[in-house]
């Protein structure tokens, strides 16, 4: 028997054909007919006298006009490490797993412990998601409080440059600071053109749901547009408050508002690298906390991304997080959810794998347990082979009934297929006694610790002393 090599990866789909169009022209007539609060001068100047209509603050959108803007940004960015190495790729239905940004608290995987998040912090994160293999790029995760609020945004960038190979997304309070990470990241990279080859940062900038922008996003759009940063533009509806009840009305007012800032930055510079997106969950009524782990998250992510395949854009997602206060068993159980699910759909830029406690809480245990959670579902990714080694007829012929294959060489080949874990246990009650009855708690403290020791590739000595000379004058 002869079986060419056939493989099916799983697939998730949560809207069909008919639904994505349904969503994708309720989209364009909120943008038409609704319009966005755009103030910035410039901003409603250019978009005026590229056809759009205003009407005093209120932006209204023709439907061609967005929809030239999406057939002109790029399908596919490409993101490097600090030497050039392009290693992430926004396209199709590739996923990428990153941990998180800007959370205040941090908890300590010692003593759990719960306290503000400062810049030493930040290294500690930094050099845990440079450690696991599953985070293919970092974000700044946490907001130092140990330093002035105004350059808080670039301290931590700089800690991260320092202590990651990765590429970086990072948000950042005005242009200013966009500006100053801009120019860290192009002394790593070498300059401009090495940049642009494969960019080592993303800018992630929000709209204000519900349908409008304030100021400085409007200038870090213009900003990244014209130097070629990719940028997120990723507003937060949440369902029930900013957004409507209804799961497909957040979508829509989501997909609007992301697209609003495509047609923006394709004006600024055709072409430019745009990914497309919207933090879409609910409110919890009984608690009012805008919710990282929701079911009805995951739901709306993937039609999200579905919408993105449909736009042919690349996507920012979310998974990974979770409403828990600490890496314990609905940790574990909502970052399982929310990663498989995200993987099946296709999300390309999955960040927020480690958050906890609703997007305010850093912790170096909880992204150890996901990364964890990404080989588990990198496993079932790949899906099956099919092909005459796989089905392996002539080893079972060759057995036969009542044998067995633990001295067969296919046997020997191919258990290294499976995946073994050092976190999760797998062994009998006998042999765990015997190990020292270790929990998952204590198992998952000594992993973390394990990787916190992780030495991260150093920077240049002269890059180093260049970062300091630029941050001496950071406003």
Request: hydrophobic share 40%; net charge negative; proline share 6%.
């Amino acid at each position: 028997m002869f079986c060419p090599d056939l493989t099916f990866r799983p697939r998730l789909s949560v809207l069909n054909d008919d639904q994505i169009e349904q969503i994708h022209q309720a989209t364009l007539e909120v943008l038409e007919r609704t319009g966005i609060q755009i103030t910035h001068p410039k901003a409603v100047e250019l978009l005026h006298g590229a056809g759009a209509r205003v009407d005093g603050d209120r932006v209204h959108f023709p439907a061609w006009m967005v929809e030239d803007a999406i057939r002109t940004a790029p399908p596919r960015v490409v993101l490097g490490t600090r030497n050039g190495q392009r290693t992430v790729f926004l396209e199709d239905k590739k996923h990428w797993f990153g941990p998180s940004l800007d959370c205040i608290d941090y908890l300590d995987p010692h003593t759990h412990e719960r306290r503000r998040f400062v810049s030493e912090d930040c290294r500690v994160t930094a050099t845990v998601a440079d450690a696991l293999p599953n985070y293919t790029w970092v974000m700044t995760i946490g907001m130092a409080d140990d330093v002035p609020a105004d350059i808080a945004d670039r301290v931590i960038a700089k800690q991260v440059f320092t202590y990651t190979e990765k590429p970086l997304v990072f948000c950042c309070k005005d242009v200013n600071s966009v500006r100053d990470i801009y120019e860290m990241a192009l002394l790593i990279t070498g300059g401009e053109e090495q940049f642009r080859q494969a960019p080592t940062c993303v800018h992630y900038s929000e709209p204000i749901s519900p349908l409008l922008y304030y100021d400085p996003a409007v200038e870090k759009i213009f900003f990244c547009a014209e130097k070629g940063i990719p940028l997120i533009n990723y507003p937060a509806p949440q369902a029930g408050s900013t957004a409507p009840a209804t799961f497909a009305g957040e979508v829509v007012q989501g997909s609007a508002e992301s697209l609003s800032g495509l047609v923006l930055a394709q004006l600024v510079n055709p072409g430019a690298p745009f990914i497309y997106g919207a933090f879409a969950t609910v409110m919890d009524m009984q608690t009012t906390v805008f919710s990282y782990a929701a079911p009805e998250m995951s739901l709306m992510v993937a039609a999200m991304a579905q919408m993105a395949q449909f736009y042919q854009l690349p996507f920012f997602g979310t998974a990974g997080c979770s409403d828990a206060k600490f890496p314990d068993a609905q940790a574990a159980a909502e970052a399982a959810f929310s990663c498989l699910a995200s993987a099946l759909v296709g999300a390309n830029l999955i960040h927020d794998s480690g958050w906890l406690d609703h997007g305010s809480l850093a912790s170096p245990g909880h992204m150890v347990l996901v990364n964890e959670i990404l080989h588990m579902v990198k496993q079932f990714m790949s899906g099956l082979t099919v092909n005459d080694e796989m089905l392996a007829l002539d080893v079972i012929d060759r057995v036969g009934p009542g044998g067995h294959y633990l001295e067969e060489d296919h046997t020997y080949t191919h258990f290294k297929d499976v995946w073994y874990s050092d976190l999760f246990d797998r062994s009998i009650q006998q042999e765990w006694v015997a190990q020292g009855e270790k929990q998952f708690d204590e198992r998952l403290r000594e992993k973390t610790e394990k990787v916190m020791d992780h030495v991260p590739a150093p920077l240049p000595d002269d890059v180093l002393a260049e970062m300091e000379k630029m941050a001496e004058h950071w406003e």
